[in-house]
T-cell receptor, first 114, second 109 residues
Framework: NAGVTQTPKFQVLKTGQSMTLQCAQD?????MSWYRQDPGMGLRLIHY???????DQGEVPNGYNVSRSTTEDFPLRLLSAAPSQTSVYFC?????????????FGQGTRLTVV | DAKTTQPNSMESNEEEPVHLPCNHS???????IHWYRQLPSQGPEYVIH???SNVNNRMASLAIAEDRKSSTLILHRATLRDAAVYYC??????????FGAGTILRVKS
């Protein structure tokens, strides 16, 4: 009954460091995506994937890389962390469907870049 | 992506019904109307969705205007646990969920 699992829950990075935020789902969903949420704001889409080997950019992709080698996993890489990337990151998954399927979200990773 | 417009905030008394409006005047025929909510310090969670007809589930009801240019999420008896940000989103096949600012719902005891 795991659903969407994000690790770590909290992370502090120094400017210029790199790291990977992990996202795994056990529901065999084709669609996975990453969002960031800054304080007091809605979620903004970073990258998404409609299946293994297929990824695309959302509205705020700069500074982030993704890959999708398996259906279950969709890691988000920060290549060189910047203070502007301080945010809460959410991973989501769902069936593609006809727009009539629900998305499932992880509990988030709170990232601070100092 | 078609846009939605929601009030910034609303307030309700506990145990009373709440009607959360959403305008989506540029909706297309293939757009489903989705509602998600985000409790404090949590990820968004699915509430309900519909296409043309009104929908009910254990969490809420969704009333869709006949011309589909607006919809209303109805919480039948608000509790303190319903205090959250509610997002109205249009979604079509294979398309991503695009979040707006949502409506902050405050529930008073």
């Amino acid at each position: 009954n795991a659903g969407v699992t994000q690790t770590p829950k909290f992370q502090v990075l120094k400017t210029g460091q790199s790291m990977t935020l992990q996202c795994a789902q056990d529901m065999n969903h084709e669609y996975m995506s990453w969002y960031r949420q800054d304080p007091g704001m809605g979620l903004r889409l970073i990258h998404y994937s409609v299946g293994a080997g297929i990824t695309d950019q959302g509205e705020v992709p700069n500074g982030y890389n993704v890959s999708r080698s398996t259906t279950e996993d969709f890691p988000l890489r920060l290549l060189s962390a910047a203070p502007s990337q301080t945010s809460v990151y959410f991973c989501a998954s769902g069936d593609l469907g006809q727009g009539n399927t629900e998305a499932f979200f992880g509990q988030g990773t709170r990232l601070t870049v100092v | 992506d078609a846009k939605t417009t929601q009030p910034n905030s609303m307030e309700s008394n506990e145990e009373e019904p709440v009607h959360l409006p959403c305008n989506h005047s540029t909706i297309s025929g293939t757009d489903y109307i989705h509602w998600y909510r985000q409790l404090p310090s949590q990820g968004p969670e699915y509430v309900i969705h519909g296409l043309t007809s009104n929908v009910n589930n254990r969490m809420a009801s969704l009333a869709i205007a006949e011309d589909r240019k607006s919809s209303t999420l109805i919480l039948h008896r608000a509790t303190l646990r319903d205090a959250a940000v509610y997002y109205c989103i249009l979604r079509k096949y294979g398309n991503k969920l695009v979040f707006g600012a949502g409506t902050i719902l405050r529930v008073k005891s």
